[in-house]
């Protein structure tokens, strides 16, 4: 674990420089904390699994075929054989791997020469023009009903289009058409002995989205909407998360239509020059997600300014006028709220669960989640903000009147019963409000400090 520690000592120093010694202070001890927990240990796929899948592909329990288009670049011959490997393994066999080369000489042609295999298809570009207009070309050449993404150092698990398959064809099952899917993910280092930090993602979720691409790896487009929207050079760095910001934005009122695989499906290999490792080496590509944020607002007609947090790679919308005179499509607005110095309640599940409960308030939280805007399913009454058109249905639901607090438009708390149920109350109001077609925002930012017995 040696160069894994060294890589957090160097994330730690820049992140003092950056944002001072207190906040440091508290992600160093949030950090030590995370390191009492049980290491992550990976489960690969069993073999006996694995030839089920093979059988179900011969049987044809899907015809779906997949481009995976990697862009490479004087690639490494260990790092590209791994990743040429790691495609060739899938127990799903429906795929074309399109390898769109920008090396001057031959040095990955020589080596993807070696494979005799027909679905693997070598691309010798013009030049390179940027992995933006690298990635575009490979991109054209696919003719597969989704386009998959794959960075020429990382490799996928051997069931990962498997499992995008049997999704596709579940949802299918239920009528839809999946546009966009996208697995969880892990880290592993230069030799692939090490995997760690494993990214479980959420269901799409559009304004944690807009907070820090989330989605990353494994990303599978339909080709249609792929070739439709392509990468766009002046995002380099940041080329996948504008990519899926535009998608999102495409896919806006069909959200069924985007869906998460809860299944590590993607290794991304860390090493001195990555961005997971080193992370200075691709401050541009911070920026650029930040204009990506801002240009996603800006086409959405918000009057609303991108805006870096304390952890690179994430960012926050503060928005210029009353947020609900920006976003139409939020209809109530929640915050925190804190017991002890730790998080007592805010966001929650349809079920009545509180997200981060229990996290220490200067904490941040699994990848950086507990200090990010998202939507949720529901929010705590105890600290919400209702649409003014909507305070009518919060009568009609709790029987209560929408009583603000003095000098603002937050309800009042103090005002609901004694004997009032507060998580049962937030449940019902905000299925209600979600019924109406509204989202509800969580916004960390906003905090009130509450006494439990």
């Not at 240990?41 to 044809?60: F, Y």
């Not at 590509?285 to 790679?313: C, I, P, S």
């Not at 998080?343 to 981060?356: L, P």
């Not at 507060?422 to 905000?430: G, K, M, Q």
């Amino acid at each position: 674990m040696g160069k894994i520690k060294f890589a957090n000592l160097k994330k730690t120093i820049y992140y003092l420089r950056r944002n001072g010694i207190k906040s440091t202070l508290n992600a160093v001890k949030e950090r030590l904390d995370g390191e009492k927990q049980p290491d992550y240990c990976r489960e690969p796929v069993s073999r006996e699994t694995l030839q089920m899948q093979r059988e179900q592909t011969e049987a044809g329990f899907s015809q779906v075929l997949f481009s995976i288009v990697v862009p490479t670049y004087r690639t490494p011959e260990t790092f590209l054989r791994e990743m040429l490997k790691s495609v060739i393994s899938q127990s799903y066999t429906r795929w074309e791997l399109i390898v769109a080369d920008a090396s001057e000489d031959d040095c990955v042609k020589s080596v993807v020469e070696t494979y005799r295999d027909a679905r693997i298809r070598y691309h010798r570009l013009s030049g390179n023009n940027g992995i933006a207009e690298n990635t575009n070309e490979g991109i054209s050449l696919t003719v597969g009903d989704y386009v998959a993404l794959l960075d020429h150092d990382d490799v996928l698990t051997e069931n990962a289009l498997f499992e995008a398959a049997a999704l596709i064809e579940e949802s299918r099952k239920h009528g839809t058409t999946l546009q966009m899917l996208y697995s969880d993910e892990d880290k592993c280092n230069v030799d692939m002995t090490i995997f760690y930090e494993p990214h479980f993602k959420e269901k799409f979720n559009l304004d944690l989205l807009l907070s820090n691409n989330y989605i990353c790896h494994l990303l599978v487009i339909k080709r249609e909407l792929m070739q439709s929207l392509m990468l766009r050079r002046e995002y380099d760095g940041a080329q996948d998360f504008d990519l899926v910001l535009r998608a999102a934005e495409r896919l806006m009122g069909n959200e069924n239509e985007i869906a998460h695989i809860p299944m590590v499906l993607y290794h991304w290999r860390c090493h001195s020059s990555s961005t997971a490792e080193n992370p200075r080496s691709k401050m541009y590509a911070y920026e650029a997600g930040r204009r990506a944020v801002q240009d996603f607002a800006d086409r959405m007609g918000w009057k609303a300014r991108a805006t870096d947090t304390e952890h690179l790679g994430f960012y926050r919308l503060e928005y210029e006028e009353n947020l609900f005179a920006v976003r139409e499509d939020i209809g109530a607005v929640g915050g925190r709220l804190i017991s002890r110095n730790k998080i007592a309640g805010g966001r929650m599940s349809e079920d009545g669960k509180i997200f981060y409960d229990g996290l220490p308030a200067s904490y941040s939280g699994y990848m950086h989640r507990a200090v990010l805007q998202q939507d949720a399913e529901a929010l705590d009454i105890r600290n919400l903000e209702l649409r003014s058109t909507l305070r009518d249905l919060f009568s009609e639901v709790l029987g209560v009147a929408y009583i603000t607090l003095p000098g603002t438009e937050i309800f009042d708390a103090s005002k609901l019963p004694e004997n009032m149920d507060y998580i049962r109350a937030s449940l019902e109001l905000c299925k209600a409000v979600r019924e109406r077609g509204y989202r509800l925002l969580y916004l960390p930012e906003r905090t009130q400090n509450i006494s439990e017995d």
